[in-house]
């Protein structure tokens, strides 16, 4: 079972910028489409950013244009470079496979407030 853990996170102005690492445990994160996700109060958690075995990304239209998803294959690792964050990209975001595999890590906070 691959152990995928976020960092990065916290508090930062409407305007200001973040960047998201995620870490997988194992090798297998290679051979697999990756996506970060967000869960904020309330909501469902939903997909925001997918990066292919091959690098072609996709992003919800809420995030097009502000995030940027990348992978190092070479070190097991995922980035989400977030930039003009806004009040309603406040969430825990995760990094999964997409589709998702069935266990997830802990999260990292990202709170857009000022």
């Known amino acids: 079972q691959v152990q995928l853990v976020e960092s990065g996170g916290g508090l930062v102005q409407p305007g200001g910028s973040l960047r998201l690492s995620c870490a997988a445990s194992?090798?297998?994160?290679?051979?697999?489409?990756m996506g970060w996700y967000r869960q904020a109060p309330g909501k469902q958690r939903e997909l925001v950013a997918r990066i292919t075995i091959g690098g072609r990304t996709n992003y919800a239209d809420s995030v097009r244009g502000r995030f940027t998803i990348s992978r190092d294959n070479a070190k097991n690792s995922m980035y989400l470079q977030m930039s003009s964050l806004k009040p309603e990209d406040t969430a825990v975001y995760y990094c999964?496979?997409?589709?998702?595999?069935?266990?997830w890590g802990q999260g990292t906070q990202v709170t857009v407030s000022s």
């Open positions: 194992s090798s297998i994160f290679i051979i697999h489409d």
């Open positions: 999964n496979a997409a589709p998702s595999w069935s266990s």
